[in-house]
Nanobody
Framework: QLQLVESGGGLVQPGGSLRLSCAAS????????IGWFRQAPGKEREGVSC????????NVADSVKGRFTISRDDAKNTVNLQMNSLKPEDTAVYYC???????????????????WGQGTQVTVSS
């Protein structure tokens, strides 16, 4: 059974860092575009960053550019999101998602993704 599980969320002070991981079971993340999305209370789901199926291109939302970095660890079958210089407005539930197509170009549109994790809470507060 295919499952995506996010981990690494928590409470952090402004300016701090967190590293989120998206682990897959029943599914090999290699060659599939993987995206990170977030949803804050009362707001629509927002694309944060994604990495293409080939792993050679990424997209990053303007709101997190220069602060968040997405990467693959194929040996561990995970995709990670390193989040630095966190701000209170980064507070949200963060989701990872996988595109079932092979070698697709990644886009920050939730409709392009077929499988979703349950999310992990990130709270940035002093």
């Amino acid at each position: 059974q295919l499952q995506l599980v996010e981990s690494g969320g928590g409470l952090v002070q402004p300016g701090g860092s967190l590293r989120l991981s998206c682990a897959a079971s029943g599914f090999i993340l290699d060659y599939h575009s993987i995206g990170w999305f977030r949803q804050a209370p009362g707001k629509e789901r927002e694309g944060v960053s994604c990495i293409s199926g080939s792993g050679d291109s990424t997209n990053v939302a303007d709101s997190v550019k220069g602060r968040f970095t997405i990467s693959r660890d194929d040996a561990k079958n995970t995709v990670n999101l390193q989040m630095n210089s966190l701000k209170p407005e980064d507070t949200a539930v963060y989701y990872c998602a996988a595109d079932e197509r092979l070698f697709s170009v990644c886009v920050l549109s939730s409709g392009e993704y077929d499988f979703w994790g349950q999310g992990t809470q990130v709270t940035v507060s002093s």
